[in-house]
């Protein structure tokens, strides 16, 4: 064993301390001293060993490697060289020693390259941060994978086309929100506004602009609704309303543009032009035209619209036909709903094929002959139900209360029976027990009432 070895395990391993400093002084192996300085568990051992140390390259590996935080900081203090520090900084195990490599780092480029390395992310955020470099900050923002580190960059970055860039990219929504917030430039605004991945960035970033043609645009054809009613919110000027009312994309933006258009000359061309159903619709509630109504109605093909033209029309035996002959039951039903004529509404409880309009027309029909033959052989229970709550035939209520296959029909027209004698008739027939208790119940509440 050579002189320095003994001396080396002297330093490391005898109980006397000053033994041990005695041995570190005699020491002239750069080697034996990095190994004391690495692997010693003796402070003040360590440190004299390391004070006896220039070389950069032991330097670092004690600075990457040594037991104690104390040594690796006193090793880092030694080191000038950029290179080596920034490797420390990459490769050290304790992180205090690594963010101190970072600390005495000045160049821009080691520092951009440790940002965007897999070092510890504390490690990254402490480089960003002593970069100020605008052309770095930039790479980093584009090449760095995690949001947290962006965040850091973000906030030292004061290039326009980089926060741009940041802000329509498929990141993480709040840091596109950060780099927006810092974005100025109108141009690059719009870019956002009409680039951006996430929805959430394009509606802050319209929310931000001042260009009404700009806005318009984001109203009448970005993908996400949020973003184009937000835009169509911003609009004030009633060309620029109109506008998005008529040319949108989306059939639900042009409704909801049309809510807010006043000119009569505007509406009438969209309820004329528009190719949805849903629009036409909506732009027949600001209408007030009974020319208009009337030829709509013989014309337009979507129930949405003829429905809406037979709420607001004035002509009553337009309203008759339509009750009667329209195609589509949801026509029909709301045409029952307002017409008057008596015959008609005979006709529609007798003969509409779709139960809901019978039911509609059943609740406003007089004729108690129409109600007794819906009431007893309609074959929707809802209209014999209609029927049976404006019945005055006892006859048919006490048929309905016995032999209905609906519990609501059967205990409506119990509830509606007055005549004492059909009731006793139920009460002694061969109803099922439940019919009978209830009529039991329902006469003697007869009996006492007379």
């Known amino acids: 064993m050579s002189e320095d070895a003994a001396l080396a395990e002297i330093a490391m391993a005898d109980e006397d301390q000053g033994a041990r400093q005695k041995a570190v002084k005699r020491i002239g192996s750069v080697e034996m001293l990095a190994r004391i300085a690495t692997v010693g568990t003796d402070p003040e051992v360590a440190k004299s060993a390391i004070r006896k140390l220039d070389d950069p390259e032991l330097l670092s590996a004690i600075a990457t490697k040594a037991a104690l935080r104390a040594i690796a900081q006193i090793a880092v203090g030694k080191i000038g060289d950029q290179p080596t520090l920034a490797r420390i900084a990459r490769e050290a195990r304790d992180l205090v020693v690594a963010k101190n490599a970072v600390k005495k780092l000045v160049d821009q480029k080691l520092l951009a390259e440790i940002a965007q390395s897999d070092a510890d992310p504390l490690i990254c955020k402490s480089a960003i941060k002593r970069l100020d470099d605008q052309s770095l900050l930039s790479d980093v923002l584009k090449h760095e994978p995690s949001d947290a580190v962006k965040a850091v960059a973000l906030s030292k970055t004061t290039d326009q086309n980089a926060l741009a860039q940041i802000a329509c990219s498929p990141t993480d929504e709040t840091v596109c929100s950060t780099a927006l917030e810092k974005i100025d430039t109108p141009a690059l605004l719009a870019k956002v506004a009409a680039e951006a991945t996430s929805p959430l960035v394009r509606k802050k970033a319209v929310c931000r602009l001042e260009d009404?043609?700009?806005?318009?645009?984001?109203?009448?054809?970005?993908?996400?609704?949020?973003?184009?009613?937000?835009?169509?919110?911003?609009?004030?000027?009633?060309?620029?309303?109109?506008?998005?009312?008529?040319?949108?994309?989306?059939?639900?933006?042009?409704?909801?543009?049309?809510?807010?258009?006043?000119?009569?000359?505007?509406?009438?061309?969209?309820?004329?032009?528009?190719?949805?159903?849903?629009?036409?619709?909506?732009?027949?509630?600001?209408?007030?035209?009974?020319?208009?109504?009337?030829?709509?109605?013989?014309?337009?093909?979507?129930?949405?619209?003829?429905?809406?033209?037979?709420?607001?029309?004035?002509?009553?035996?337009?309203l008759a036909r339509v009750a009667k002959n329209d195609d589509a039951w949801q026509v029909r039903e709301a045409a029952s709903r307002r017409v008057r004529d008596q015959p008609t509404l005979r006709s529609v409880a007798e003969w509409d094929k779709s139960w809901r309009v019978r039911r509609v027309a059943i609740e406003r029909v007089h004729d108690q002959a129409v109600l007794s033959n819906r009431g007893r052989n309609d074959d929707e229970w809802s209209v014999r139900l209609a029927a049976v709550r404006r019945s005055t035939d006892q006859v048919l209520l006490a048929n309905r209360a016995q032999w209905d296959d609906s519990t609501q029909v059967r205990a409506t027209a119990i509830e509606r029976l007055t005549d004492a004698s059909l009731l006793r008739q139920i009460v002694g027939g061969t109803a099922t027990e439940p019919i009978k208790l209830a009529a039991r119940a329902r006469l003697e509440t007869v009996t006492r009432d007379q």
């Open 212 to 318: 009404g043609a700009l806005i318009v645009r984001a109203a009448k054809s970005d993908a996400d609704p949020g973003v184009r009613e937000a835009a169509l919110a911003l609009l004030r000027s009633p060309r620029l309303i109109a506008q998005v009312a008529r040319e949108a994309t989306d059939p639900e933006t042009r409704a909801l543009a049309a809510r807010s258009v006043k000119s009569a000359t505007v509406l009438t061309r969209i309820v004329t032009e528009d190719p949805s159903g849903l629009v036409r619709a909506v732009v027949i509630r600001a209408l007030d035209s009974q020319e208009l109504f009337e030829s709509i109605l013989e014309k337009d093909d979507a129930w949405e619209v003829r429905r809406e033209v037979v709420r607001r029309i004035k002509n009553r035996q337009l």
